[in-house]
């Protein structure tokens, strides 16, 4: 859990720091910046997760003799030895977990000596780009669920560690359970699973496959029941475990119609409290289609894990501002027409009516925005203080932070067409 | 690195597990194969990568205190006492890393008991889902690029883990390096790396920039040179390293305007053998376009971390066989009209033109394809054998492996636009 995160780093970052040191300006204070210069295509509204998977990195990140040892060759032996004792000391803000953002929102803001900071850029980068991108995804399929739970079943179409993030970035942005068990051992997030169509071919009949199943899970279990004739399979599975089972999941053909006539046959045979789960590579447009179905609760795999269409947010890590020869700060931005900066330290807070509904993103160059006193909200909070964490919180916190976060936003988020962010950015 | 991968998996694999023992199905002898249904909509070929990993990743699957602490609250005390003691015993085939695949490929064959080979469906799934996906990706911007090298840079895009992996599965596509330091350790992909924007802007002034990275880094090195003015930059940077200055990186701009322009500058004062390196969310299609640019190598980031548009393969792992009440293994698949499984333990050839090139990907169910003895290669190795790895190798034989399975595909496969398949996959 805690193993070095030292050299999920871009080479270049330590020879930088070489050269930096060579020429005096290693020590500079230095903000660093990382940011989204646009939402994904389309996309109302992003939602912020990996937060406190960046705090434990930050406090994983040392070098250790594995480390300086494949870094011998990559830069001298000064650095190395710098290398060797870094240890973070810095400051660092950002937006809480599961906050909403747009455009330009200040998500991380790093403050500290331009070495000791430049070489967080990569990991840091790593986890926010993946998991803001699961939680943004999510976030939208939550939405179109309603009051339906859903559950997140992607691990397999994904890296197997990214697995274990998605179901937490998942859990933040209102999935009720994962599939992933390394979730609950390193996140607390809560499991859940059926049964493989495997289980049912393993034996030698779909009856045998289901009193093995209810006999041993109990007549709450989820049975599969697309493996041959679902009209069979349903008809079979109140026979085995009676009228109390728990639910039953269909994972192929037009999840609507057949979910219309598996509820008729439920209520039929008396299986009124039966629930229907559907699975089948979901995603917030299939999810919406569904509202109309008979369905209970949804089994998102694939799109979820894959950022439903936009597997990375696009956030990079800037150098904004930093200590001139004087010892005053400057702000720094380099000069593209294709890649806009802003330099300068950025504040933001949420600008909200006095009905409570969101209005603007406003961020504040070198100074905090005015609040002006109606119900606006200040969205930067304190992660690390000179090097010691600050920011942890429990998982819960963050995933009641984006129900409420997302409950602010004006109704048009529910639109799953594409559309434009949903509150404008104001740089002030 | 070999932390235990056993809870990297779904909680249905271990419930079935359960299920299993109470019916007494949990031994009986099983066939499971992992396979592509279809190649990425308008992919020609696929590439399989993550083998090494894979192999890794079964042999850490032990269920630790930690581990069977949570599968308390999922699994009866019976099952858990049979995972403390799990370790896989039974036997894998599959195509070696690096070998092109084409749908319904039997990538991995996995035989054991039902028990022991259900529980790795997610792992393997995982690795193999991602890595394939990523080296897929590569295959195509390498074989755009030609000769010219082509460089991993895509970490901070994607998760910090999967980032590793992406790495090395891009070396085995042909990438020549990546800015990657963790897949220097684990794997021994060499790395490399230029400087960022923020190391400009770090210092009082350009050239003092560019004067503390070659004083530091040597004249070999490659400069930014895009963060003010490009032709200004150029012209600095020669001033300050000589002509014998290693490359310069552009990374916003039209690449192939630009890269004319500096070629010009560059050759004009006399540093000819100074390289033009392009950045700049790269893809096949933008690489393919430089081919007639004066470019001399290609940093790709995003869109290859993120498979280029897919960002899974969505293979799958599916009971093909299992042992019946008499002993006999029973050929199983389930009857779903969207979602086609085939029964039976496979077998597979890459049938051959006597010129080499392939013609077929031949797919034997139940028994081998024949071999019409004029240049079929078997594509199945073994890769553990009772329990023992027996499969792992150097990852540059994958590689290796990889330029030779490609260049004996046809020719079309050299066609970035949409199609079919370039090979059809027959079942005998």
Known sequence: MTRSTALLTDHYELTMVQAARGSGTADRRSVFELFPRRLPEGRRYGVVAGVGRALDAIEAFRFDDAALGVLEDVVDAGTLEWLASYRFSGDVWGYPEGEAYFPYSPLLVVEGTFAEAVVLETVLLSIYNHDSAIASAASRMTLAAGDRPCI???????????????????????????????????????????????????????????????????????????????????????????????????????????????????DALGATGTRILVTSDLDEHSIAALAVAPVDGYGVGTQLVTGSGHPTCGFVYKLVAREGDDGTMVSVAKKSQDKISIGGRKYALRRRSTSGVAEAEVVGIGAPPADDGDGDRPLLVPLVSRGEVVGREPLDTARERHALSRAELPRTIQMMSHGEPVIPTEHV
Do not use: K
Not at 182 to 206: C, I, K, M, N, W
């Open 152 to 266: 997140e079943m992607g691990s397999r179409r994904t890296h197997e560690e990214a697995a274990v993030a998605a179901a937490r970035a998942a859990y933040v942005a209102g999935f009720t359970r994962t599939s992933n068990l390394a979730a609950q051992l390193r996140y607390g997030v809560p499991t859940t699973g059926t049964a493989a169509h495997s289980f049912t071919l393993l034996h030698d009949s779909e009856a045998d496959a289901f009193r093995a199943q209810v006999e041993s899970l109990g007549v709450g279990t989820t049975l599969l029941v697309d493996t041959y004739d679902v009209a069979e399979a349903v008809r079979l599975g109140i026979e085995v475990a009676g009228p109390s089972l728990g639910a039953v999941r269909l994972d192929s053909g037009d999840l609507g119609v057949v979910a219309e006539e598996v509820r008729a046959q439920l």
